[in-house]
C-alpha cells in the first residue's frame, strides 16, 4: 500500500508542476505581478485540502489491506448520508469540474486546463480546485483585455 501511495503521491507532484510549467508566462517576469490575497487564499484552502486528504487516505490503505480505488468508492456508499454526498462528490469531481476547468480555461486563456481535472485524481478536489482558482485568478491580473475579449 505504501508504495500505491507514493506513486499516487508522485503523480500529483508532477499534475501539479506541469501546470505551473505550462502556465508560467503567469509566473515569471512582469506577469500577473505579485500574489493578491485572494489567490493566496485559494492556494491555503488547497493545501489545507490536501493535507487533510491525504491524512486520511494514508490511515485508509493502512487500515484496510485491500485499499483500491474501488473498494474506496464502495466504501463512500455505507450508509444514506454518505450516499448523497458520495454522488455529490463524484458528480462535481469527475463532470462538472472537468467540463468547468476546460471551457472556462479555454476561454480565459489558460493552458492546458485539463490538468487540473488530472490533479483532482491524485490529490483532493478542493485542492485542484483552489489552485484552478489560482492561476483563474492569476490569469485575470495577467492579461485583462485578453480575458474581456475571450468571454464577451
Same mark, same amino acid.
Given at each position: 500500500? /505504501?508504495?500505491?501511495?507514493?506513486?499516487?503521491?508522485?503523480?500529483?507532484?508532477?499534475? /501539479?508542476?506541469?501546470?505551473?510549467?505550462?502556465? $508560467?508566462?503567469?509566473?515569471?517576469?512582469?506577469? @500577473?505581478?505579485?500574489? =493578491?490575497?485572494?489567490? %493566496? +487564499?485559494? #492556494?491555503?484552502?488547497? &493545501?489545507?485540502?490536501?493535507?487533510? %486528504?491525504?491524512?486520511?487516505?494514508?490511515?485508509?490503505?493502512?487500515?484496510?489491506?485491500? !485499499? =483500491?480505488?474501488?473498494?474506496? /468508492?464502495?466504501?463512500?456508499? =455505507?450508509?444514506? !448520508?454518505?450516499? =448523497? !454526498? !458520495?454522488?455529490?462528490?463524484?458528480?462535481?469531481?469527475?463532470?462538472?469540474?472537468?467540463?468547468?476547468?476546460?471551457?472556462?480555461?479555454?476561454?480565459?486563456?489558460?493552458?492546458?486546463?485539463?490538468?487540473?481535472?488530472?490533479?483532482? &485524481?491524485?490529490?483532493?478536489?478542493? +485542492?485542484?480546485?483552489?489552485?484552478?482558482?489560482?492561476?483563474?485568478?492569476?490569469? $485575470? $491580473? #495577467? @492579461?485583462?483585455?485578453?480575458?474581456?475579449?475571450?468571454? @464577451?
Amino acid at each position: 500500500m /505504501t508504495s500505491q501511495l507514493f506513486t499516487y503521491g508522485v503523480l500529483g507532484v508532477v499534475s /501539479t508542476v506541469a501546470a505551473f510549467v505550462v502556465n $508560467r508566462r503567469l509566473f515569471t517576469g512582469a506577469g @500577473a505581478g505579485r500574489m =493578491s490575497l485572494l489567490e %493566496g +487564499f485559494y #492556494y491555503v484552502v488547497g &493545501l489545507v485540502s490536501l493535507g487533510l %486528504g491525504w491524512y486520511f487516505n494514508v490511515r485508509y490503505t493502512h487500515t484496510y489491506p485491500n !485499499a =483500491s480505488y474501488v473498494n474506496y /468508492t464502495k466504501m463512500l456508499f =455505507s450508509n444514506w !448520508a454518505a450516499d =448523497s !454526498a !458520495a454522488q455529490d462528490y463524484i458528480i462535481v469531481n469527475v463532470v462538472l469540474l472537468s467540463v468547468w476547468t476546460i471551457t472556462d480555461g479555454r476561454r480565459r486563456g489558460m493552458r492546458i486546463p485539463w490538468i487540473f481535472f488530472v490533479m483532482s &485524481l491524485f490529490t483532493s478536489l478542493a +485542492f485542484a480546485m483552489g489552485f484552478y482558482l489560482a492561476f483563474v485568478e492569476r490569469q $485575470r $491580473r #495577467y @492579461a485583462p483585455e485578453e480575458v474581456a475579449s475571450r468571454t @464577451a
